[in-house]
């Protein structure tokens, strides 16, 4: 399953600069879409994971620069951090030559590892373009859209794609097991499985709460910098979004702490042992879990450079997504409901005069558009996740 509209963002990258990194979670379909393009191009690939290709860079220069002529795709270039050195050389020489554009094309499961080594070695020389898991506008383009399926299940593509949710829900197991037992190590300092599995479990459980890292390391048993270190370590490898408060001038008591979400919502239900809607209706994780299920789609819909945040003050006034597009020329107000009475209280209408956004909603499990208050509307999540996906 290719997303269409990455794939265009690849190929227009690719035209414009002589590398692109393509950065999203394992598992969620970056090899796929490179061997994609590939098929139209000159192309060599290596698997940076596999021996037999790392081995082919024992002189990087002398390799890469044989095949200079053809996109070379680097997949996982965690696995060979030191090539970053090398490809700035490289496309510094190639430029001489007219060689300007459309040279690499890297693959990465982690994002501040990825953009520390390319951004102090490439800077001027490389696109980025991130890579989400499976939406609701990509979803309900199929032939049967079922928007609680990608719920249940998450937009990891062999999850979604699962002849039922039993077999998605070991495909999942076995995800997270990956990542504790392999991924983890190779991206920090020695962390024990068994604790970071807690840790994200805890998460779990405490979907979109104040992040109170003192709280979660007296369950763990270790300190709260080395709680907020683990949280960090997940937050690069794309598991967990910390979703920051917004600071406005106001001489209200703002919350400082940010919110934290298992990001994807079928490996939250996964760590929960969830396998189904009816499990997952009767859970008390139903409408976080639904709350952080929207703030994911909605973002992956959103243009490109959107700042996301949350409000809320002492006194209880709260908006759970507020989006400032690029250029900070528009600020939407977005609260989530699980239900299908999308009645938001008090708190949300003294939130909406204390940053007074352009436009607010109240985005619901049902479908139909209306007013709730004069300048709010009701409003399913495929909607305003297009009117979102319209804006770029």
Wanted: net charge neutral; glycine share 6%; hydrophobic share 40%.
């Amino acid at each position: 399953m290719i997303k269409r509209e990455i794939y265009q963002k690849v190929e227009q990258a690719l035209a414009r600069q002589a590398a692109v990194a393509l950065i999203g979670p394992r598992q969620v379909g970056k090899t796929t879409l490179a061997l994609a393009i590939a098929k139209k191009r000159k192309t060599v690939y290596l698997d940076l994971e596999a021996r037999k290709d790392r081995e082919k860079l024992r002189d990087p220069e002398l390799f890469l620069t044989k095949n200079e002529d053809q996109l070379v795709i680097l997949d996982e270039i965690h696995r060979v951090p030191e090539l970053f050195q090398t490809l700035r050389g490289l496309i510094d020489q190639g430029r001489r030559k007219g060689l300007r554009t459309g040279r690499f094309l890297i693959l990465g499961s982690a994002s501040i590892d990825l953009l520390r080594q390319s951004g102090e070695s490439l800077a001027g020389r490389i696109a980025y373009i991130d890579m989400e898991p499976l939406n609701v506008l990509e979803t309900n383009s199929t032939k049967k859209p079922d928007p609680a399926k990608l719920w249940v299940r998450g937009g990891l593509p062999d999850s979604f794609l699962a002849v039922d949710d039993e077999e998605s829900l070991a495909w999942r197991h076995d995800f997270i097991r990956t990542y504790l037992e392999r991924d983890v190590p190779q991206f920090g300092p020695r962390i024990p499985a068994e604790t970071l599995e807690r840790l994200w479990i805890m998460l779990a459980h405490s979907q979109g709460q104040l992040l109170n890292a003192s709280k979660l390391a007296g369950s763990l048993s270790v300190s709260a910098p080395t709680v907020t270190s683990y949280i960090d370590l997940l937050v690069d490898l794309l598991l967990v979004r910390r979703l920051q408060p917004l600071y406005v001038n106001t001489k209200k008591r703002l919350v400082k702490s940010p919110r934290v979400y298992v990001r994807d919502s079928g490996i939250t239900h996964a760590l929960l042992g969830i396998s189904d809607y009816n499990q997952l209706s009767g859970h008390p994780v139903f409408g976080s879990s639904w709350e952080g299920f929207v703030i994911e789609n909605l973002l992956s819909a959103a243009p490109d450079r959107t700042l996301a945040s949350f409000y809320r003050t002492s006194a209880g006034a709260e908006i759970d997504l507020v989006l400032e597009f690029p250029g900070l020329t528009e600020k939407w107000a977005i609260e989530i409901k699980s239900g299908l009475i999308p009645k938001p209280g008090k708190g949300f209408y003294n939130a909406l005069e204390d940053i007074k956004p352009d436009r607010s909603f109240v985005v619901y499990a049902g479908s139909e558009r209306y007013p709730v208050s004069k300048d709010t509307d009701a409003i399913g999540l495929v909607e305003l996740a297009q009117e979102l996906r319209d804006k770029e």
